[in-house]
C-alpha cells in the first residue's frame, strides 16, 4: 500500500501549550482510519492540521512523499485533502446541485443542465439525493451525503470525517457505512474520528488511538477489541501526580435526596435520562461528545428555553418543579456555573467585587433598594480570599485577570447566592494548574458543608478526584451510576463509550 | 520575585489605564475648545443671555438623551420616543380642551406611554424582535394612532385649563430658567436610578452580557419592559416642559430629525451602543457638545439644512469611534443573542 499522506514528529502548540505532541501518522490510499480519543486527546487539532485549519509548530508533513505545507482549507482541498465537519458548511436555501457546483457557477447558467450533470455524478457514486431539493429539506444523512458528494467533486483524495454519525439515526447510519465503503472502493483515503467504538470495530481498517495530545498506539482493527481499545484510551500516568489519584480518599456519605430527574428529553439531544442528586456529595457527571451532559444540566438549572423541554418530571425534595428561567431555579435554590464564563459567565465591564456583588443582588426582588459599597466591598473581600483570587484588589476589572482568576470569581458570584445545588460545567477548562487546586479544594469545601454538588467534566482524573459518586452519559441518557469506590478510567469510559 | 513582578506590570496596567483618555474625556475637551474658540471668534455669543438660550435649548434634548441612554446602557435602543412623546401630550391636551381636568388628562397620557412602553418591552423581551426594528415600528403605529383617533390638528396648545403648567417652561427659579432645572433634576434621578439602585446595576448588567445576566438570575424580561416604561415616561416628561415652554405641541416634531438629535447626544458622549458602557455624565457631556455646536452654527447663520449636515457627520464620527472604542468581537456576537 502506497502513503497518501504523513505526518513525522508533528507537533502544534497554541501559546506553548502543545495540543499534540511528536506524533508519526499516516494514511494509506483506499483505507479507513479511525480516531479514537477522549475529549481533549488532540484529534480534532490532528485533522485540522492536515485539513490546512491550523499549522504544524513543528514536524512536517508528507503529501505522496514528499513535503508540503497546507497553508490553509482551500489549498489543502486543492490538495485533495476534505474535511466533513459535525455541522455541515452547505448553504440551506439553495438545491443539492447548486451547492455541489458552488463556487463554479458560469456568468448564465442554465440549471436544467446542471441538475442533468448533478444526476449523474450523484447515480455514479450511487447516492440516492434529488439534486432539485432544497438542502434545507433534507435530513443529517443526505446533507452529509451531498457534503461528500461535494469533496469527490472537487477530487478529494482523503475526506476527513468529524464524528459523522453522532447526530443520524441508526437506519441512516447504516447508509453512511455504505458510503464510506463505495469511498473506498474508489479508492479515496478516509480518517473518521468517533467515540462509537463498534463502528470503529466494524468499519476501519486501522486504528489510531490518542492520549493527551500523544499517540499510544497505530494498529490494524483484526488487532484490537473493545477492552484493549478502552485501556489505550485511558492508561494515564502522568496525572495521577495532581490529582492525588491513587491515594485512598474518604467518601462522603450520601445526604438526604434533594433532586431527582425522572424520564427527562429534550430532541435527540436528551434523551429519557433519570438521575437523582444527594446532598452533601459531589456527584461527577461524565460523558463523551454528544452524552447532552451540559442540556441535561441547563433544563435542570432552568437555563436551558422553556420550548426546549420535552417531558419528563423533575422533583425538588419532593416538590414537582419546573423552571422556566434561571432566576427560579435560583431562587429554589439551585446554581449552574458555565463552562463558557466569557459568554455567560462574568460581566466583563465591571470589577471582580460588581462582578460578586450581582450574584447576592440577583436574589433580591426590589427594584429600587439602594446597594450598599460597603456591602460589595466586604463580600468581594471574603469571596476573594476564600478562594484565592488572585488581584491587586477587589476593584479591579474582571476583564484584566487571568483565565483562572475570571472563573474563581464567576464561581463566588454564584456561591453568593447561597445555593443547595450547584452544578459545576467544565469548572478547570482553560485554567492553570495552581487554580485548578484551589477550585478543587473549594468544591470538597461546600461539599463538606452539605452542598449538593455536580462537576460535569471531561476529563477522568478529575472527575475520579472529586466525585463520591460518579454518573456516566451517553447519547443523551444517564446509562451507569459508579461509587467513587469502583470506579476506575477504565470502568468510566467503557461505559461512555458505545 | 516573580510575583512582585506580576504585580508591578498589573500596577503599570492599571495606571495605563486610568491615564488613557476616554471618549467622555475627548468630547469633554472638544466642547471646551469649541465653547473658547467661538466665545473669542463670534460676537454675541459669550452673552449671557446667549449662554442661557444654549442650555435652555438643548436641556430638552437632554432629557431625551437621558431615557435613550439608559436603554442604550441595556443593550436595546427606542426609537419611538418622540413618536410617545408627541402623541401622549398632544393627547393630554385635547382630552383637556374638551373639557376634562387637566390633571386628569395628564395622568391619562402617562397611562397611554406606559402601555407603549410595555408594548416596546414585551415584543422585544418575549418575541426577541430586535429593539431597533421594535421600537421603529412600534414608534409609526403609535403616531398613526395619535393622528387617527386622539386628534385631528396636528398642533395642540395648552389648554386654557392648565393652570400655572406654563410655568415649567417659561418660568425661572433662582433666576434660572425651568426648563434647566427639569433637566438637571431628571439627571440626578437617572443617575440615582442607573448608580445607586438595584434596577441600575440590572441594566449596566444585562447591557454588559445579557445571557449572563440571565444565568445569575436576574429578571431579564421584567428588566427590559421596565427600561422601556422609563424611557417613555421620560420622554413624557420632556414632551410636558418642551410644550410648556412653546405654549403648545406640534406633532411635526415627528418628522424632523429629532429622535437622530437625541442619539447623536447619547452615543456623542461615550455611552456604547454595544451595551453596558456609559453614565449619565457621558450624556451630559454630549448635550454640552452638542448644544455648543449648535449655538454657534445659529450665531453664524449658518444654514438648517447644512446643520443637519453637521449633525449627522458628528454622528458618523461618534458611531465610528464607538465600534473602534468598544469592538464587537466573535463573543460578543454570540452574547447578542441572548435568550431570555
Known amino acids: ?498 | 520575585m516573580l510575583s512582585r513582578n506580576v504585580r508591578i506590570a498589573e500596577y503599570m496596567k492599571q495606571a495605563n489605564r486610568r491615564i488613557k483618555p476616554t471618549q467622555e474625556g475627548i468630547v469633554f475637551a472638544l466642547a471646551v475648545i469649541l465653547f473658547v474658540a467661538f466665545a473669542i471668534c463670534l460676537h454675541g455669543f459669550m452673552t449671557s443671555g446667549n449662554i442661557v438660550a444654549l442650555i435652555r435649548s438643548v436641556s430638552i434634548l437632554g432629557m431625551l438623551g437621558l431615557g435613550m441612554g439608559l436603554v442604550v446602557i441595556g443593550r436595546g435602543i427606542d426609537l419611538a420616543m418622540i413618536a410617545t412623546m408627541v402623541v401622549a401630550v398632544s393627547w393630554a391636551f385635547s382630552l383637556a380642551q374638551a373639557g376634562m381636568n387637566f390633571g386628569c388628562a395628564l395622568l391619562i397620557g402617562a397611562g397611554f406611554v406606559i402601555l407603549v412602553g410595555c408594548i416596546n418591552g414585551i415584543l422585544v423581551a418575549v418575541a426577541e424582535v430586535p429593539a431597533i426594528f421594535t421600537t421603529l415600528a412600534v414608534g409609526l403605529v403609535v403616531y398613526g394612532v395619535g393622528r387617527a383617533y386622539f386628534f385631528k390638528i396636528d398642533v395642540q396648545n395648552v389648554p386654557d385649563n392648565a393652570g400655572a403648567f406654563s410655568d415649567i417652561g417659561v418660568g425661572h427659579l433662582f433666576g434660572v430658567p425651568m426648563p434647566i432645572i427639569a433637566f438637571a433634576v431628571l439627571a440626578l434621578i437617572v443617575w440615582l436610578l442607573l448608580r445607586w439602585t438595584r434596577f441600575g446595576r440590572f441594566v449596566y448588567a444585562m447591557g454588559d452580557n445579557l445571557p449572563a445576566a440571565r444565568v445569575t438570575g436576574i429578571p431579564v424580561p421584567q428588566l427590559i419592559i421596565a427600561q422601556y416604561i422609563v424611557s417613555g415616561l421620560i420622554a413624557y416628561a420632556a414632551g410636558l416642559v418642551m410644550a410648556a415652554s412653546v405654549a403648545s405641541m406640534s406633532t411635526r416634531i415627528y418628522n424632523s430629525t429629532m429622535i437622530y438629535d437625541v442619539l447623536l447626544v447619547v452615543v456623542l458622549g461615550g455611552v456604547s451602543l454595544s451595551g453596558g458602557r456609559g453614565h449619565v455624565r457621558s450624556i451630559l457631556v454630549g448635550t454640552l457638545l452638542v448644544g455648543v455646536l449648535l449655538d454657534g452654527m445659529t450665531i453664524m447663520n449658518v444654514t438648517y439644512t447644512e446643520q443637519n449636515l453637521v449633525k449627522s457627520i458628528v454622528l458618523l464620527l461618534a458611531l465610528v469611534a464607538d465600534s473602534l472604542i468598544n469592538p464587537r468581537d466573535e463573543q460578543t456576537a454570540q452574547q447578542q443573542q441572548g435568550d431570555i
Not at chain 1, 468529524?162 to 441508526?170: G, Q, R, S, V, Y
Not at chain 1, 429600587?368 to 473581600?381: C, T
Not at chain 1, 478526584?465 to 467513587?484: K, W, Y
Open chain 1, 1 to 498: 500500500m502506497t502513503k497518501v499522506l504523513e505526518l513525522r514528529q508533528a507537533t502544534k502548540a497554541f501559546r506553548g501549550v502543545p495540543a499534540i505532541r511528536n506524533i508519526d501518522f499516516d494514511v494509506e490510499a483506499g483505507e479507513v482510519h479511525a480516531l479514537v480519543g477522549e475529549n481533549g486527546a488532540g484529534k480534532s487539532t490532528l485533522t485540522k492540521v492536515l485539513a490546512g485549519v491550523y499549522q504544524l509548530t513543528s514536524g512536517e508533513m508528507l503529501l505522496d512523499g514528499a513535503p508540503v505545507v497546507v497553508s490553509s482549507p482551500s489549498e489543502a482541498k486543492r490538495q485533495g485533502i476534505a474535511m466533513v465537519f459535525q455541522e455541515t458548511n452547505l448553504v440551506p436555501s439553495m438545491t443539492v446541485a447548486q451547492n455541489i457546483y458552488l463556487g463554479e457557477e458560469k456568468m448564465f447558467n442554465r440549471l436544467r443542465r446542471l441538475y442533468i450533470q448533478a444526476q449523474r455524478f450523484l447515480l455514479s457514486l450511487n447516492f440516492h439525493v434529488d439534486p432539485m431539493a432544497l438542502v434545507s429539506s433534507l435530513g443529517a444523512a443526505k446533507k452529509q451525503m451531498v457534503e461528500i458528494a461535494r469533496a469527490v467533486h472537487h477530487e478529494a483524495r482523503l475526506i476527513i470525517f468529524d464524528e459523522p454519525t453522532a447526530t443520524l439515526t441508526p437506519e441512516e447510519k447504516f447508509h453512511f457505512f455504505g458510503l464510506v465503503r463505495r469511498l473506498k472502493a474508489r479508492g479515496v483515503s478516509i480518517i473518521f474520528i468517533t467515540h462509537a467504538l463498534e463502528e470503529v470495530l466494524a468499519l476501519s481498517d486501522r486504528i489510531t488511538i490518542l492520549r493527551d495530545g500523544e499517540l499510544v498506539i497505530t494498529g490494524k482493527t483484526v488487532d484490537f477489541d473493545r477492552e484493549r481499545i478502552v485501556q489505550s484510551m485511558v492508561g494515564r500516568t502522568l496525572s495521577h501526580e495532581l490529582y492525588d489519584l491513587g491515594k485512598p480518599r474518604l467518601r462522603r456519605p450520601y445526604g438526604e435526596r434533594v433532586l431527582s430527574v425522572q424520564n427527562l428529553s429534550m430532541g435527540s439531544i436528551v434523551r429519557n435520562t433519570s438521575f437523582s442528586l444527594y446532598s452533601g456529595q459531589v456527584t461527577g457527571f461524565f460523558g463523551l461528545v454528544g452524552a447532552g451532559r451540559t442540556e441535561t444540566m441547563k433544563i435542570v438549572s432552568g437555563v436551558l428555553k422553556r420550548d426546549y423541554f420535552h417531558g419528563g418530571s423533575i422533583e425538588r425534595e419532593g416538590r414537582a418543579v419546573q423552571y422556566e428561567t434561571p432566576r427560579s431555579a435560583m431562587m429554589d435554590g439551585i446554581v449552574y456555573i458555565t463552562e463558557d464564563r466569557k459568554i455567560e459567565g462574568f460581566f466583563e465591564t465591571m470589577s471582580i467585587a460588581e462582578n460578586i456583588y450581582m450574584g447576592r443582588l440577583a436574589r433580591g426582588f426590589n427594584p429600587l433598594s439602594v446597594i450598599s459599597m460597603a456591602q460589595a466591598k466586604g463580600l468581594a473581600e471574603a469571596w476573594t480570599a476564600k478562594l484565592g483570587v488572585r488581584a491587586i484588589d477587589a476593584n479591579a476589572k474582571i476583564i484584566e485577570l487571568s483565565g483562572g482568576n475570571q472563573q474563581k470569581v464567576v464561581i463566588a458570584k454564584a456561591a453568593v447566592q447561597e445555593p443547595r445545588i450547584i452544578i459545576f460545567d467544565e469548572p478547570t477548562r482553560g485554567v492553570d494548574v495552581g487554580a485548578i487546586a484551589e477550585i478543587h479544594r473549594f468544591i470538597n469545601e461546600i461539599a463538606d458543608r452539605g452542598i449538593a454538588v455536580v462537576v460535569i467534566s471531561s476529563y477522568l482524573p478529575e472527575i475520579l478526584a472529586l466525585s463520591d459518586r460518579i454518573l456516566v452519559a451517553r447519547q443523551g441518557r444517564v446509562v451507569e451510576e459508579l461509587d467513587a469506590s469502583v470506579a476506575t478510567e477504565e470502568r468510566i469510559m467503557y461505559a461512555a463509550v458505545h
